[in-house]
């Protein structure tokens, strides 16, 4: 490959640092990995201003390009806005265009017409999620149809992912990369202590406060009896939300609400101590805070779906209801031995299947491919042995 082809431009998310969530956290240590193997990358950050006067500059963080596309709209608007406006500028430059998401897979047709490489990881099924009006989720169905025939190679993070982008696309089209995460060890326990908690007396939730999450599920489970422990639930609460409100209105005086804290040294220590993290997500592919729990040690009570299982395996103890999450609940508070092998399951799991340095020798390993014009026409097959096939 010569100097300028060696290139990538990551797309779909809101920029590095990572401030915002798991695909930005992915773009950052895809970006530092790829930088030191001697690639040009370059990621695109979105920049909120009150008027647009310059619309796109260019400075360097760590070696990556950070390609800073300033937006005068806010919420989905400005999403499409800064998206749109990323597609145009990765049009004229060098390099396989790595897309996080197919949310605004609508503008890439664009990049193929200009003959860009187009490389997306097609994330969960977005147009399943509940919470979407019909309109919303016929956009997201559309635009998930648009990604898989629009791209050349698409990334699932699950098993399941990639059995349903199968039924959009030739399952050969598609090569599964988890989500990755690195250890999480010797934690001390300062945060947690200044929260007001025990290390080892409580579980934690960290997630979007959503039904498709069953926040309510397990803060009603939870209070159904005392309990002796404390349930720390994470996460944005609004006041003009009914769902949030119906969530507040079910807790017990042993649930408590610190809000959203995207401290990553705080959120660390949270998991860590936990006696057990509570993961209610019924879709999605593999979750990135239930990865960083397995990397944290934690025995898991996740809801009992086929997601799930394949991500947490026995590190979990699984319900489906509020009836069955509280018999969950009182099995991992009541249980020193089960928590100790789940916490241990847990460990094995993530060492197994991801750890970052396997995830990220995959992506280069498809970048490479797709820039030398390979292709694969057989079921692909596993491009690291620490990743787990699906079947």
Partial sequence: ??????????????????????????????????????????????????????????????????????????GPRGTLDFDWHCVRDAATRPGICLVLGYNSAIFLPYLRLRRRKVLTNMDGIEWMRPKWSPPVRAWFWINEWIAAWTSHRLVADHPLIADHLATRRSRSATVVIPYGGTPIERVPEAPVRSLGLKPGGYLVSIARIEPDNNIQTIVEAFSARRRGATLVVLGQFRDDNPYHRVVRSVASDEVVFPGPIYDTVITRSLRFHARAYMHGHTVGGTNPSLVEALWAGNAVVAHDNSYNRWTAGEAGVYFGDALSCDDAISLILGDDALVARCAKAARERARSAFHWSDVLFAYERECILLLEGKSRTSEPAPVHANIPRWT
């Fill in 1 to 74: 490959m010569t100097q300028s082809d060696n290139s990538i431009l990551i797309l779909g998310t809101r920029g590095i640092p990572a401030q915002h969530g798991g695909f930005e956290t992915f773009a950052e240590h895809l970006a530092l990995y790829l930088v030191e193997r001697g690639w040009n990358v370059s990621v695109y950050c979105q920049d909120e201003v009150p008027v647009v006067e310059q619309r796109i500059t260019t400075e360097d963080w760590r070696g990556i390009q950070r390609i800073r596309v300033r937006t005068a709209s806010t």
